[in-house]
């Protein structure tokens, strides 16, 4: 594995090939359907990246018409989203119960010994991987990461980020072992949260997802200096008056060599009929087609990589081995 100054990747190394968007359900689908409301839960606070996401397709559903039955979103951010992942683990057989994934899918139990695991629930649709923003104030006086670097080198920044030992946490990490800053980390319960203490001045710094900041950015009060991924973001439709997705530098063309993708996917219980998870997946794939799912994507920048049944597993498999050796890299894993 190389050293997280090397580069650290945490993306799928191929994205999958557009899937056909059917308009009704398929016969296998239609064996099985929600007979009471479906508790989707969000392991995370309010406000995040995820928690944006499953109330879009909470109102998706639901001003569509796509099922009978309600979704009900619920958080369950404890113990760094455990409390979510121990119920589902917990729900076996129970086919109205979703969660949806982030990176605490493997940090969480990496971090703290938890006992649950990706194996614990039955993989239903990725639905795309998530991007990371090194963000700033506006009227900071480092408009590049070249200045931030030099600034953090200089004064101890503060870096705000969802959760201790998590995604935002391991970037901050990987940071200061690519270039030698030294950063106070600040966690706060969920991305909306962390957004909001840099528009406040609470904090120096964060690498929010773009979807947690961009109401913020085109407001005048954040901006953006690098993406954490391989290529730039391909949205080019203005974001401001002046910039779009697409204007963002990478982290690498900027002198900072740090990669991280994340996971937006949903799992159910363990032991759940064949036919639920066809269910959701047929009902995910009509959310996806529809106008307002796209307008998230575009709005978040989302990379729209999605998989289901193998080729999920076996993604969310690598990733975990990946996950589990850059966090011993950094000195997170549990003891």
Known sequence: MPTVARRIVFAAAFASAAVAVPTAPTSAQATWEPTRPVQFLVPAGTGGGADQMARTIQGIVSKHELMRQPIVVTNKGGGAGAEAFLEVKNSRGNPHVLVITLSNLF???LATGVPVSWRDMTPVK???LDEFVLWVHAES?????????GAAKSQRLRMGGTG???EDHIITAAITRATGAQFTYVP?????EVATQLVGRHVDATVNNPIEAVAHWRAGTLRPLCVFDSQRLPVTEKMTATMA???????????LDVEYLMLRGIFMPPGVPEAAVAFYIGLLDRVRAT????????????NTTTMIGADYARWVER????HRSLMAEAGFLAR
Do not use: Y
């Open 141 to 149: 006086p480092w408009h590049t990461v070249s200045d931030f670097i």
């Open 107 to 109: 940090t969480t139990p």
């Open 164 to 166: 201790s030992r998590q």
């Open 126 to 128: 990725m639905l795309a």
């Open 245 to 255: 997705w697409s204007d963002i530098p990478t982290c690498k063309e900027a002198g």
């Open 319 to 322: 990733e975990e081995e990946r």
């Open 188 to 192: 706060f319960r969920g991305g909306g």
């Open 291 to 302: 106008p307002e799912w796209q307008e998230l994507m575009r709005n978040g920048a989302f």
